[in-house]
């Protein structure tokens, strides 16, 4: 596993800003078709207990996505977990930290992590958000590439470990997946030019910022985070401010019933297109699965702050709740 892993490091270089495979997989940059979108669906049950993956873990593939500390994986892991890495499954753009390959190329990676697809893929982490938050923004990226039968593992490995389970330091070394990716989901992707800043109310938009509050009303200064930004404020005008600690427990997400309330009180506006945001799109990921949990369908801007703060800072000009 880890030497496919460096092989698939090794076959790919930057044109530009952007990442494609050497010589004989040349993709240009995926087209991002904007589609029309339901703005209410059916609630996700995007969660399984460690009990429930305690009974079923020989029939799923299960995705260790802890990023940080970047040992921990080789530490401990849930037997049979192969390492989903950031570093691996993203690219730094111009803008985006976290940018996303073309769709063959994100297929090539998880193929090495042995995904088909018929598997129902299971993903936990450690860590920040009782263990949710990598494991949500790998959740995100499953399905904004197509693959939808993915869930998480609610707590992560702390949960995982409480409730009995084993974990192991040994290398997994999975057979090559045959899973097929074939295009970016544009109904759960948000890019830059997508969102009307500056505009949302009269353009039937919500935009919901999951940067945590002393980022959101400026007490923290943005360019402590951003050096040189040109922003003036610390949000979006007409953003609303939804931090990924108010929807997360000691043992992973909250009940939907107490996510529901919570979500009652923002402010929302029936039909509108919900935007989530926060620095990177990693703390937006777990706001995404809580609003899906609850049926809102949401579009993730990848780019977020990062990208405001150096691409159009002007835009960054509200401060305060």
Same mark, same amino acid.
């Given at each position: 596993?880890?030497?496919? =892993?460096?092989k ?32 209410? /669906? ?22 260790? /996505? ?8 080789? %530490? ?9 890495s ?50 949500s923004r ?56 997508d969102?009307?800043?500056?505009h ?27 050096p040189?930004?040109? /922003? ?18 000691p ?27 926060c620095? %990177?799109?990693?703390?937006?990921? =777990?706001?995404? %699965? ?17 990208e ?14």
């Open positions: 596993m880890v030497e496919n =892993v460096y698939f490091r090794r076959i790919t270089q930057k044109i530009g800003s952007f990442p494609v495979l050497h010589l004989s997989l040349n993709f240009p940059p995926p087209t991002r078709i904007m589609i029309s979108v339901f703005k209410r /669906a059916m609630s996700t049950n995007s969660l399984v207990t460690p009990q429930w993956l305690l009974q079923n873990l020989n029939k799923v593939r299960v995705i260790d /996505a802890t990023w940080m500390p970047a040992d921990a994986y080789a %530490t401990e892991h849930i037997p049979g977990a192969a390492h989903y950031f570093d691996y499954a993203y690219f730094k753009s111009e803008y985006i930290k976290f940018d996303l390959y073309p769709p063959e190329v994100f297929q090539k990676y998880i193929r090495l992590l042995g995904v088909n697809n018929n598997d129902q893929v299971v993903i936990y982490s450690r860590g920040a958000a009782s263990g949710m938050m990598f494991a790998a959740y995100w990226t499953f399905k904004v590439y197509g693959f939808t039968n993915v869930t998480l593992l609610n707590g992560g490995l702390d949960a995982w470990k409480a409730a009995g389970g084993s974990t192991n330091q040994e290398t997994v070394k999975p057979q090559l997946g045959n899973v097929d990716i074939r295009s970016l989901n544009s109904e759960i992707l948000a890019n830059f030019e969102i009307p800043f500056n949302l109310a009269e353009k039937h938009a919500d935009y919901i910022d999951a940067r945590i509050p002393s980022q959101f009303t400026g007490q923290d200064p943005l360019s402590a985070t951003y040189g930004t040109k /922003a003036k404020g610390s949000h979006v005008t007409g953003a609303i401010n939804f931090p990924m600690a108010d929807v997360i427990g043992n992973g997400f909250l009940s939907q019933e107490e996510v529901d309330a919570k979500i009652a009180k923002l402010g929302l506006t029936a039909g509108n297109q919900v935007y989530v945001a620095n %990177t799109g990693i703390q937006a990921s =777990v706001i995404f %699965t809580a609003l899906e949990r609850s049926g809102i369908k949401a579009k993730l801007y990848n780019g977020s702050m990062t405001l703060a150096y691409r159009a800072p002007e835009l960054v000009n509200a401060t305060g709740k």
